[in-house]
């Protein structure tokens, strides 16, 4: 049995906003969410030159009460509010029949860092015990457990770490778990909340994070451009509401987009050099599992992590899928602007596309000041472009440790 | 303050337990305190009077007058009383 799979819910928070309508808004004017970091943020380890970063506004956490919070790290805070903005959207809220056999998959690469961190400096900096929930609020599983009992969803509960992969794997594995049969309907997507001390000096250690623009740090992450520096890191949560097309029908629930194929695959080479040949068999997989030929594709969202090696790998690949056409696709990195979210990047860029589609734009690929003579496909460089149809779009996600997910989705077929 | 009032005044803030609640419940569990808010609870107690509850005795306290009882018998081990 091979059903339709289709999205009904979005939900999205970043450091662009915090549903949404902040999503689509930011992309539609290239609008950047990235910021120096303050630098207080480091306490005693303050750190020079500044660094740079896509943070979500404190201010998120006001939605939650105290003592929720003592077991709430802040990925699961986002992967709650993302996760309210996508059920609500679907109307799933009023259909409890759907809950009993749909399920959670949940991308995430670093779960509960700051837990853990806090964890660590109240043992080793204070000589104080740890607080008494900190392993609750530090498990990886817990953002997608608290889904789980938030909306009584009591299929599958899965969380996939795949670092920059991991939220792409967790909608590609939903989306063949419904189309099988297996479940009626998911809350897929990812979440990460990385921007904590330790994690970004650990980040910055392995010299792959962008360096700060300092005329103006919104810019400095630069996906493509001849300049690019590396990686800005980004925090935020993003969900879907996945059904099958039936149970949308039957529902009279508005269909956002059409998910129509998932490929996966590994490098099998390098823990981090990135690898054309694997990224490329992931986006002809994904090709083959829709039935489609690259021809058929309108739009790719790039992995684009501004790393010198990761752009150049991906410029690769897509040349090696597209072949002639390849300069004819428009390829764009809204990493430009929401940063990287690790583990939450594929769900946060497959929402941007559904955004995009819907509204009838390109996000571009912004701060692309100097063009790669090594990187020459067409990236929408530098302004959204308007008035463009996508019928169908790919999004990329490749991750350290050589995993590669792609998703292909698009305008709902009937 | 004494003891109890100070357990339930700590519940109350910490906890988010609305106050009439508070006031007619004996046990933890009617004031809707389950077993990882207890812990909640106590760590908080614990850092609010500086003392340490003794592991052995957590098993045991599942109503406000067990819990004051305790912490009125650490502040006098405390202060040598």
Not at chain 1, 30 to 56: D, K, N, T, Y
Not at chain 1, 231 to 246: P, R, T
Not at chain 1, 359 to 369: K, S
Not at chain 2, 36 to 43: P, R
Request: aromatic share 6%; net charge negative; glycine share 10%.
């Amino acid at each position: 049995m091979d059903r339709r799979v289709v999205v009904t819910g979005c939900g999205a928070i970043c450091a662009l906003g915090e549903n949404t309508a902040a999503l689509a808004e930011a992309l539609a004017t290239g609008r950047s969410g990235v910021h120096a970091i303050e630098e207080s943020f480091f306490g005693r380890c303050a750190h020079r030159p500044l660094m740079v970063a896509a943070q979500v506004p404190t201010t998120a956490s006001q939605r939650f009460l105290r003592y929720e919070l003592e077991f709430l790290d802040r990925v699961s805070q986002q992967a709650l509010i993302a996760g309210t903005e996508a059920f609500e959207q679907s109307g799933w809220v009023h259909d409890s029949s759907l809950a009993a056999n749909a399920g959670v998959f949940l991308g995430t690469g670093m779960g509960g860092a700051a837990s853990i961190e806090r964890a660590y400096a109240d043992m080793l900096e204070r000589g104080k015990e740890p607080r008494p929930f900190s392993v609750l609020s530090a498990m990886n599983n817990a953002a997608a457990a608290h889904l789980s009992m938030r909306f009584g969803l009591k299929g599958p509960n899965l969380t996939i770490s795949s670092a920059c992969a991991s939220s792409a794997i967790a909608i590609g594995e939903a989306f063949h778990a419904i189309r099988s049969g297996r479940i009626d309907g998911a809350l897929a997507g990812g979440s990460e909340a990385c921007v904590v001390p330790g994690v970004v000096r650990a980040w910055r250690a392995l010299r792959v994070l962008a360096q700060s623009q300092t005329a103006d740090p919104a810019t400095s992450c630069r996906p493509f451009s001849a300049d690019r520096s590396g990686i800005v890191l980004g925090e935020g949560a993003a969900l879907l509401v996945l059904e099958s097309g039936e149970s949308a029908e039957r529902r009279g629930a508005s269909v956002l987009c059409e998910l129509l194929g998932y490929g996966a695959s590994a490098d099998a080479a390098h823990i981090t050099n990135p690898n054309f040949e694997g990224q490329a068999r992931a986006m002809v997989a994904a090709l083959a599992d829709a039935a489609l030929e690259p021809r058929d594709i309108d739009y790719v969202n790039a992995h684009g992590t501004a790393t010198p090696a990761g752009d150049l790998s991906e410029t690769l690949a897509i040349k090696r899928v597209f072949g002639d056409r390849a300069r004819q696709i428009p390829v764009s990195s809204t990493k430009s602007v929401h940063g990287h979210l690790l583990g939450g990047a594929g769900a946060l860029e497959f929402i941007a596309c559904v955004l995009a589609m819907r509204a009838g734009f390109l996000p571009a690929t912004m701060h692309l000041a100097q063009s790669d003579p090594d990187c020459d496909l067409d990236y929408v460089s530098n302004a959204p472009r308007r008035g463009v149809t996508i019928r169908r779009f790919m999004s990329n996600s490749f991750a350290f440790g050589g995993s590669n997910a792609v998703l292909i989705g698009g305008a709902c077929s009937r | 303050m004494n003891a109890a009032d100070t357990v339930k005044q700590l519940a109350a803030e910490r906890l988010d337990v609305p106050g009439a609640r508070l006031q007619a419940a004996s046990t933890l569990r009617e004031a809707g305190i389950d077993s990882l808010a207890a812990i909640d609870l106590i760590v908080a107690i614990e850092e609010r009077l500086g003392i340490s509850f003794p592991e052995r005795d957590l098993e045991s306290m599942r109503s406000f007058d067990d819990l004051a009882s305790v912490v009125e018998r650490l502040l006098a081990e405390k202060h040598g009383t």
